[in-house]
């Protein structure tokens, strides 16, 4: 009989962590978008305004790989307000073959803030100079900080800097993150200076404004987008597009509708159907990748399916080899 396992967030915290096997896992699952012949939706988005909500739906299937994920993702961004977390959610995993459910990891977003800073690190790895030694995060969630935790796995980060908005709120992660890494972090309060110190910048916030200006950029460093996954989002000002020599999407499909790409075609930057990179495609060596230490790079991410359904798989591999979770036959 065909049977289904449930994972609890604690339970899922015990066999995934952000980790070079969690890099890994979503950089080949990037690989596998840019080579393989990946069915990939578009992403369903509900909107709440009233309530500063969100909530994305997202799936792929890789042919090869014998499950899919289907996730649900809310985002309530008033929620720190209640004491509550602002993203929870959850995984389905389905059989590729029967279409059966075959777990249900009731991770409460914990594995979409994994596959989220792990992607931050394929993009650093793949985009930024290999001696990026100092940080700038604008934003000081969850995400900011896993964000700078993510860069220490690909790059020999030495200090950081982390910005935002609430500046006791940038203090404690910056308090909390240089406790965690051993690396001095300090919280900084203007956003330019936080910029203008860094070789990788990751922004990583809900803002609808841009918080990043192209004058700030200096040759060399590496930007990373995380925020800008709705069309009302945007991080970076946009002639930051412009300024930078090489512009990388997770899924041009999605950046020319919902990230930074968004923004710059709005603003008459960019033409709409203008050719760029993706980040699958840049490690698989069929478009080009950050070719001098001079260059500005920026990797535009939105979020993907595809990175759904490998940190899933992953989620079940390890909970069948360690017998994690409540097992039901169906």
């Keep these: 009989m065909p049977r289904m396992t449930i994972l609890t ?3 899922l915290r015990k066999i995934i962590s952000l980790d070079i096997d969690a890099v890994a ?4 699952a990037f690989e596998a978008l840019a080579t393989k012949a990946v069915a990939m939706p578009p992403i369903l988005r509900l909107d709440i305004p009233e309530h500063r909500g969100e909530v994305d739906v997202k799936t792929a299937y890789v042919p090869g790989i014998d499950s899919f994920a289907i996730k649900i993702s809310p985002g309530f961004f008033d929620n720190p307000k209640l004491g509550l977390p602002s993203v929870n959610g959850m995984m389905v995993l389905l059989s590729s073959k029967t279409g059966l459910v075959e777990a249900l990891l009731l991770d409460n977003g914990y594995l979409t803030d994994i596959r989220t800073a792990a992607a931050g690190a394929v ?4 985009l930024s100079r290999q001696d990026s030694k100092v940080a700038t ?3 000081a969630g969850v995400q900011g900080q896993l964000q700078l935790e993510a860069l220490t796995l690909v790059r020999p980060i030495e200090k ?3 910005w935002a908005r609430d500046r006791a709120k940038a203090e404690q992660a910056a308090h909390t993150a240089s406790k965690k890494l051993g690396i001095p972090v300090t919280a900084i309060a203007d956003p330019e200076e936080a910029a203008g110190l860094a070789d990788i910048i990751v922004t990583t916030t809900p803002s609808s404004e841009p918080l990043l200006q192209a004058s700030w950029l200096r040759p060399g460093q590496h930007i990373t987008a995380m925020g800008s996954d709705a069309e009302h989002k945007n991080e970076l000002a946009a002639d930051v597009i412009t300024k930078a020599d090489l512009y990388i999407a997770d899924s041009l499909k999605q950046t020319r509708r919902l990230g930074e790409l968004h923004h710059a075609i709005e603003a008459g930057l960019v033409a709409p159907d203008a050719s760029y990179g993706e980040l699958g495609a ?3 060596g069929s478009a080009k990748g950050r070719s001098s230490q001079s260059e500005i790079t920026l990797a535009d991410l939105t979020g993907t399916g595809v990175q759904d359904t490998a940190i899933a798989t992953l989620a079940r591999e390890r909970a069948t080899r360690t017998n994690a979770g409540t097992n039901f036959e169906s």
Aim: glycine share 4%; hydrophobic share 60%; proline share 0%.
């Design 9 to 11: 967030e604690a339970e």
């Design 25 to 28: 896992c979503v950089e080949n």
């Design 123 to 126: 993009a650093a790895k793949h």
């Design 137 to 139: 995060i604008f934003g």
């Design 160 to 162: 950081a800097f982390i």
């Design 282 to 284: 840049v490690i698989a």
